[in-house]
């Protein structure tokens, strides 16, 4: 039997909200949602430098109350872009390292006997947190990896058919390794459709390295970031966001996107509907984030790679050296599907 603290669960809690934050959980307005997204942004690339892409997708996934997964090599920044987006935010962290050895009571929690009071008590795991960052997540098995589940996808946690709610809002942040790297399992199907949406960070270029070793040589930048919203005003932030205008063209426009990658040759399993509802919901953050109060096109086209593509299996036959057959499938059905015009505002 493994012991729990073998699972080495971190927790990082966050400072106290303090009076000069802005904004409050009532509604806010254009001005009010850009000044504290900018100053989110702002708050985690002074820590990411030189992936403002990275870092936009992952505000995008947050304000659209979905999941992120951020897959690359080691070494790159994955967690630290988890963590910097943790800290930007005032609620609570914890950070869980998936080893192979992890249980899934360690992430839901347990029910202890109290000998005292002769009866069961709940012991609350690491889910239990408004932003849980989710460390190396395929490096623990399957069994582990679908604890995350009903957490994901219902915000509770069923213990001993007992339902507990999740903190809101709530955001899982996933860093994984590429499957060819050792040590690794593959997300099952169901894992990778909890997720809204999978990035990958890139190495840095020459510019940013050589800032990196110059700013990390005596210092931890994390140790400077301070948050700059508190929960309630993220939750302000998902309000203004969700109520974003989609035109019943572009709705229909993002069913027939999904559609298309269930009959796509190419592909053996399609975007699930999940998927479609995830990539209108980040669409409308998106030109939110753009300043517009309704959807355009290109937000979907520009969302779709990062939406969909770790969704679907490619048709077998395909997966050769060097091939990207997700991505050609896609950037063929955007090719195929027409796009609407003339959209109502």
């Given at each position: ?11 990082t ?9 802005a ?10 949602f850009a000044?504290?997204t900018?100053?989110?942004?702002a708050s985690?690339?002074a820590?990411?430098?030189?992936k403002d892409d990275a870092?936009?997708s992952a ?7 979905g ?10 920044g994955?967690?630290m ?6 800290a930007?935010?005032?609620?609570t962290v914890?950070r869980i390292?998936?080893t ?6 360690d992430?839901?929690g ?7 009071a002769q ?12 932003i ?5 997540i395929?490096?623990?098995s ?6 995350l ?10 213990v001993?058919g007992?339902?507990?709610?999740l903190?809101?809002p ?14 690794t399992?593959?997300l ?5 459709d ?5 990035i990958?960070?890139g ?9 990196m070793l110059r700013?990390?040589d ?18 302000a ?16 426009y ?6 298309a990658t ?14 479609t ?10 030109a ?7 959807v355009?096109p ?5 969302l779709?790679?990062?939406?969909f593509?770790?969704?679907l299996?490619a048709?077998r036959?395909l997966?050769?050296a060097?091939?990207r057959p ?7 059905i ?8 003339g959209l109502?505002r």
């Amino acid at each position: 039997m493994h012991a729990t603290n073998t699972a080495d669960v971190a927790t990082t809690s966050t400072e106290e909200g303090s009076s000069s934050h802005a904004g409050s959980s009532g509604a806010i307005d254009a001005a009010e949602f850009a000044r504290q997204t900018s100053a989110i942004l702002a708050s985690i690339t002074a820590v990411i430098d030189g992936k403002d892409d990275a870092v936009r997708s992952a505000l995008v996934c947050l304000l659209a109350e979905g999941h992120l997964l951020v897959e690359d090599v080691p070494g790159v920044g994955k967690t630290m872009l988890a963590r910097a987006l943790a800290a930007s935010i005032d609620a609570t962290v914890r950070r869980i390292q998936f080893t192979p050895d992890l249980l899934p009571g360690d992430v839901t929690g347990v029910s202890v006997y109290n000998p005292v009071a002769q009866e069961f008590e709940f012991k609350p795991g690491a889910v239990f947190a408004h932003i849980v960052i989710a460390d190396e997540i395929n490096r623990s098995s399957p069994k582990t990896q679908s604890a995350l589940l009903e957490a994901m996808e219902e915000h509770q946690v069923t213990v001993d058919g007992h339902s507990r709610p999740l903190p809101d809002p709530f955001l899982v942040v996933a860093t994984q390794n590429p499957l060819e790297m050792e040590g690794t399992y593959a997300l099952p199907e169901a894992q990778r459709d909890r997720f809204m949406m999978r990035i990958s960070m890139g190495y840095p270029d020459a510019a940013a390295e050589t800032l990196m070793l110059r700013q990390r040589d005596t210092a931890n930048p994390l140790d400077a970031i301070r948050p700059v919203l508190a929960a309630t005003d993220v939750r302000a932030l998902i309000t203004w966001a969700r109520a974003v205008h989609v035109a019943p063209a572009l709705e229909e426009y993002a069913v027939a996107l999904s559609q298309a990658t269930r009959s796509d040759p190419n592909l053996h399993l399609g975007a699930s509907p999940r998927a479609t509802l995830q990539l209108v919901r980040a669409a409308k953050v998106q030109a939110a984030l753009d300043g517009r109060d309704y959807v355009i096109p290109d937000d979907l086209i520009a969302l779709l790679p990062e939406v969909f593509a770790h969704r679907l299996i490619a048709a077998r036959g395909l997966h050769r050296a060097g091939a990207r057959p997700i991505e050609a499938a896609l950037e063929g059905i955007v090719r195929r599907i027409p796009v609407p015009v003339g959209l109502p505002r």
